[in-house]
């Protein structure tokens, strides 16, 4: 596809259970970044990755929250033991060059979770 | 550390009228500044950035930004809101190699 593609668009959990989210990036493009948009909130950012690395995983809000992608292309968010307030719009963006400062970055239509 | 700051959550226009959302930045070193809006039910998509080149920068959708850093600000104009302006818009910050930091956005309101 010509975008950046997350799915599923929605995913409804219970308490406790584990989720994954899913971001396909843009082909060819190296840097990959999750968000969180909680509601009336701004972007809060959650991880980076630099091909498959993750150079920068300080937004992650606690261990329960990890991400990895693989073959430089898919990116899974997976959250543990999800809480009430996991829940969100996860965003997820890539952007072509190798993160910086100058790039710009190309949105997916995000995932929004409910937790109940 | 760097921050942004966006005045108002909500800003409400009559069709036609001028935008401005306003922008404050925070940074340690010379700032790389964006624009990206968010329509409803869409993802973000960039407007317009800031990359030391000129500071009057012009973006889509007959948008443009003007970045001056004795006031450490970079808002965003548009001269005649239109109702398809009416989205979310967000301010962001970028310092350091691999962070892009947003402001909390500005929901924007076109009256007709």
């Known amino acids: 596809g010509a975008g950046v593609s997350q799915s599923p668009s929605n995913k409804v959990t219970e308490k406790g259970k584990d989720v994954e989210l899913r971001c396909d990036p843009i082909?060819?493009?190296?840097?990959l970044y999750w968000y969180r948009q909680s509601l009336g909130q701004g972007l809060e950012f959650l991880i980076y990755?630099?091909?498959?690395?993750?150079?920068?995983k300080s937004g992650l809000p606690s261990d329960r929250f990890s991400a990895e992608r693989t073959g430089g292309s898919v990116s899974t968010l997976t959250i543990q033991r999800t809480q009430q307030e996991d829940s969100a719009v996860y965003l997820c963006?890539?952007?072509?060059?190798?993160?910086?400062?100058?790039?710009?970055?190309?949105f997916g239509p995000g995932t929004r979770l409910t937790v109940l | 550390a760097q921050s942004v700051t966006q005045l108002g959550s909500h800003v409400s226009v009559s069709e036609g009228a001028l935008v401005l959302l306003r922008c404050n930045y925070s940074?340690?070193?010379?700032?790389?500044l964006f624009w990206y809006v968010q329509y409803p039910n869409q993802g973000l998509q960039l407007l317009l950035k800031?990359?030391?080149?000129?500071?009057l920068v012009k973006g889509i959708n007959g948008f443009e930004a003007e970045f001056k850093k004795s006031e450490t600000s970079f808002h965003l104009t548009k001269p005649s809101a239109h109702m398809s302006d009416a989205a979310e818009y967000f301010c962001?910050?970028?310092?350091?190699?691999?962070?892009?930091?947003f402001g909390p956005g500005t929901s924007l309101s076109v009256i007709p």
């Open positions: 082909s060819g493009h190296t840097a």
């Open positions: 963006a890539s952007s072509l060059r190798t993160g910086g400062r100058t790039d710009t970055q190309y």
């Open positions: 800031y990359t030391s080149a000129a500071t």
């Open positions: 962001a910050v970028s310092d350091t190699r691999d962070k892009v930091i």
């Open positions: 990755f630099q091909g498959n690395s993750a150079p920068d």
């Open positions: 940074s340690s070193v010379p700032p790389y």
